[in-house]
């Protein structure tokens, strides 16, 4: 079936240190992937996003890894800052081909930055 | 930078009565959508609507539910007779483009039932 999980609920590191979020997926069709952050009380704010022809893709101290073999996709924060805490999303979509609009969302990995 | 806007932050209502939750999407954006957060749980899809008409639905769209684009700028979700499991935060969002795009989000509207 189509879902997306993550491995851990929470993470918690240490102000200046690399966080690393993971997320795994179900659907082997799936084409789009997206992280979200979100802080309490917002909705989900767009971090960055990867097409399954990737396998890297960099942004500003944020990179999120896709490994299609074993349907993980994972999402590095270097640097980690205390504004980084918030609970972190990663979700699938079938693509342009895939007939699908909706985004899948995992049930999310709560980043704690310690001063 | 343009963003969703959604309205009320925070609705209380009684089960049984009718809700509507409104939303502006991003002006040059085309496709819309209504998902909702129960609490500690995933996001959940609800629908999509394109072109005056719903694209897709979930099963948790039922038939208490009807999404319009009254005019050129609002978008809104009714939701007939509130029930005790409505309760949620309901999130609308906007994209550019109908599949493989980023899809930008509100801040949500609280709904709670009694």
């Known amino acids: 079936g189509e879902s997306v999980g993550l491995h851990l609920p929470t993470l918690s590191v240490q102000e200046g240190d690399n966080s690393i979020i993971n997320c795994a997926y179900s659907n082997s069709a799936s084409d789009y992937f997206i992280w979200y952050k979100q802080e309490s009380g917002k909705g989900p704010q767009f971090i960055i996003d990867i097409r399954s022809n990737m396998d890297k893709r960099q942004g500003q101290r944020v990179t999120v890894l896709l490994n299609k073999t074993v349907k993980h996709l994972s999402l590095q924060i270097a640097a980690t800052q205390p504004g980084d805490s918030a609970v972190y999303f990663c979700?699938?979509?079938?693509?342009?081909?895939?007939?699908?609009?909706?985004?899948?969302f995992g049930k999310g990995t709560k980043l704690t930055v310690n001063p | 930078e343009p963003e969703v806007t959604q309205t009320p932050s925070h609705q209380v209502t009684q089960m049984g009565q009718e809700v509507i939750l409104r939303c502006v999407p991003i002006s040059n954006h085309l496709y819309f959508y209504w998902y909702r957060q129960i609490l500690g749980q995933k996001v959940e899809f609800l629908v999509s609507?394109?072109?005056?008409?719903?694209?897709?639905k979930s099963e948790i769209f039922d038939d208490q539910f009807s999404v319009e684009r009254p005019d050129g700028s609002n978008f809104t979700l009714k939701i007939r007779s509130t029930k005790l499991e409505d309760s949620a935060m309901y999130f609308c969002a906007s994209s550019l483009v109908r599949r493989g795009g980023e899809q930008y989000f509100g801040p949500g509207t609280r709904l709670t039932v009694t």
């Open positions: 609507f394109y072109n005056n008409e719903i694209s897709e």
């Open positions: 979700a699938e979509n079938l693509g342009i081909q895939g007939g699908s609009e909706k985004l899948v």
